[in-house]
């Protein structure tokens, strides 16, 4: 079992900056991929972004491109995502996940899940 948590969220102006932190325990002496979510109000939950295990691969949802990076610190069992250039659209619960693999993973398929962080950008 891997436990995630969540911080960073808050409120900020368009155009604005947040690092959302994400902290693992529990399994994680096993490799793990991990990602992030997010969900807006009446929304499906969608991909936003996601790393590997040693760091070197990362994908992006197109949305995010250019503006979103996603980071890890395996010592400190914690991945990160910085987000630059937010805009209104960007309003959701921000959710980390984790799987034990190498691979980075794209998909909804993560096993374990934290409990979000609410990521409001006002125009």
């Not at 499906?44 to 994908?59: H, L, P, T």
Request: aromatic content about 12%.
């Amino acid at each position: 079992q891997v436990q995630l948590v969540e911080s960073g969220g808050g409120l900020v102006q368009a155009g604005g900056s947040l690092r959302l932190s994400c902290v693992a325990s529990g399994r994680t002496f096993s490799p793990y991929a991990m990602g992030w979510f997010r969900q807006a109000p009446g929304k499906e939950r969608e991909f936003v972004a996601a790393i590997n295990w040693s760091g070197g691969s990362r994908d992006y949802a197109d949305s995010v491109k250019g503006r979103f990076t996603i980071s890890r610190e395996n010592a400190k069992n914690t991945a990160y995502l910085q987000m630059n250039s937010l805009k209104p659209e960007d309003t959701a619960v921000y959710y980390c996940a984790a799987q034990h693999t190498i691979l980075v993973v794209s998909t909804a398929k993560y096993d374990y899940w934290g409990q979000g962080t609410q990521v409001t950008v006002s125009s």
